[in-house]
């Protein structure tokens, strides 16, 4: 448990470096040139590092442990952290509508250079990185922080496409096109942070987990066990809790039956691997072992 949350540590400290690199460059030159889709996706970016650090903090709190106040853990602070990502991602897209409706107001003509295409190919093959660096990342040490924010950064790169797109736009003398790249990029900054909100609330509201079908064959097929119901699980892709209730021989002596329910507790953990806490409520079956 420590070591991987040290290696996600080690991850957001990464790319906490590479998306604040990106996001510079693309504020700096989008000031200088006075392009909104530039400059809006600079903001985007910076938020990317904004997240990191966000990330940095829910990963130190959630790595705590168990404590009297919170004797179940403090995971589902990373959760919150996740929330928090998608909450940034929505006042950007809100940010990047004022600036839109200012511009509308005013077309400005953008200064258009090699250099606008040099920073975009640049902070564009930095975003690709990152994206599938913390995307494998995330898989390996199932991190669901890590997966958001490689989904956030994924945007990015749609987003810096749309950004090439209106420079080009502006090139051959269309500049107002530069207004609905902006408005483009907004559409897929609300995607993304609905598409980051979604799994994380599922967390926090407890959604299920595991097929209970497929739980229940595995509990089924624990000798002794003659029947097993109100299966339930939650939790998250690398910590899932299990609650179910098995249907033992009335007959079987108290001892027989906690070998029982500690038998279906083992063999879920080795068929889940995820699955971390079983617990187990034993009840007398009403029909005889065959």
Known sequence: MIKRIQQVRQVLV????????????KIIYGYATDSISMLSDGFHSFSDGTSNIIGLIGIWISSRPPDESHPYGH???ETLSVIAIALLIFASGLGILREAYQRIQSV?????????FIVMAVTLAVNIFVMQYETRKGRELKSDFLLADSMHTRTDIYISLSVVISLIAA?????FIDILTALIIVV??????????????????DSACINPDEIRDATNSVKGVMGSHHIRTRGTENHVNIDLHIFVDPEAKTRDSHEVAHSVEEILKNKFPAVKDVV???????????
Request: aromatic share 8%; hydrophobic share 45%; no cysteine.
């Open 280 to 290: 187990i409520h034993v009840e007398p079956s009403r029909r005889r072992p065959s």
């Open 75 to 77: 995971r589902k602070f």
């Open 188 to 205: 897929f900054i609300a995607k993304t942070g609905f598409s980051i909100l979604k799994p994380a609330t599922d967390v926090l509201t």
């Open 171 to 175: 090139k051959i003398g269309y500049p």
């Open 14 to 25: 990464f790319t906490l470096v590479l998306n604040i690199s990106v996001a510079a460059a």
């Open 108 to 116: 400005n003509n953008i200064e258009v250079t090699t250099l606008s």
